[in-house]
């Protein structure tokens, strides 16, 4: 794919969404797209994974939902009761079949961008992060603090925000997926074990 690619795939997801979704949608593209120029990793394969992080978030729960039974997509408990949460699996789903990407990396930065996943590669972290910090967010007051350290130690953000994530849900009686706490078990295990901290 290249900067044709990446045009046509803006407007078709332009389509899809929202004005408020799709001005959420670029600021991640640009924001993953900053992170991996930072990080040293390919800008274009960021760009085209924060274009299509949310390309199923404008589909009805009954949408996500069918689509993720006909293509056999295992929906476990929590999504089944929050099925807003299938938007990443779904979106995974749409961003091979839909919209033709065949890099692994994005599709896994897609299917896991809201929960996370132990074992992330940083094009997955990328967009993980970037989603979070973009510049129209507005939803913790510790933002300026995990923008600065997105670009400092980026898995020291990936856990950071995974705890404000955690935190945030704990104070809502939204249930917790499984795959959120343990990307943040592992992640918070793994930089502890690094700082030598017991
Ligand atoms: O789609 P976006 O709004 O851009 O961002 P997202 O896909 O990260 O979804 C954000 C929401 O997902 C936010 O309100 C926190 C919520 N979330 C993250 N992990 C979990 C979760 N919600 C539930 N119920 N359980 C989780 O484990
Ligand atoms: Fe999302
Ligand atoms: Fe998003």
């Not at 991996?36 to 924060?50: L, P, V």
Request: hydrophobic share 35%; proline share 3%; with cysteine.
């Amino acid at each position: 794919m290249g900067k044709e690619d990446i045009a046509k795939l803006r407007a078709q997801i332009k389509k899809v969404q929202d004005k408020k979704r799709f001005e959420h949608t670029l600021g991640v593209t640009y924001t993953a797209a900053c992170l991996a120029m930072c990080y040293d990793i390919d800008t274009e394969r960021a760009e085209i994974a924060g274009l299509l992080h949310d390309c199923a978030k404008c589909l009805s729960n009954d949408k996500k939902i069918s689509l993720c039974k006909k293509q056999s997509i295992e929906i476990n408990l929590t999504e089944a009761k929050n099925p807003f949460l299938l938007h990443a699996k779904a979106g995974a789903y749409l961003a091979e079949h839909k919209y033709g990407v065949r890099d692994e990396d994005i599709l896994n930065a897609v299917r896991y961008h809201t929960t996370g996943r132990p074992g992330m590669s940083m094009l997955e972290k990328i967009v993980f992060i970037a989603d979070y910090i973009e510049p129209g967010r507005n939803h913790s007051t510790r933002l300026p603090e995990l923008r600065r350290l997105a670009f400092q130690n980026l898995d020291k953000a990936l856990v950071e925000i995974l705890k404000d994530t955690l935190r945030y849900l704990r104070g809502t009686d939204h249930e917790i997926d499984p795959m959120t706490q343990k990307t943040y078990d592992h992640y918070n295990k793994s930089l502890t074990e690094i700082s030598g901290v017991q």
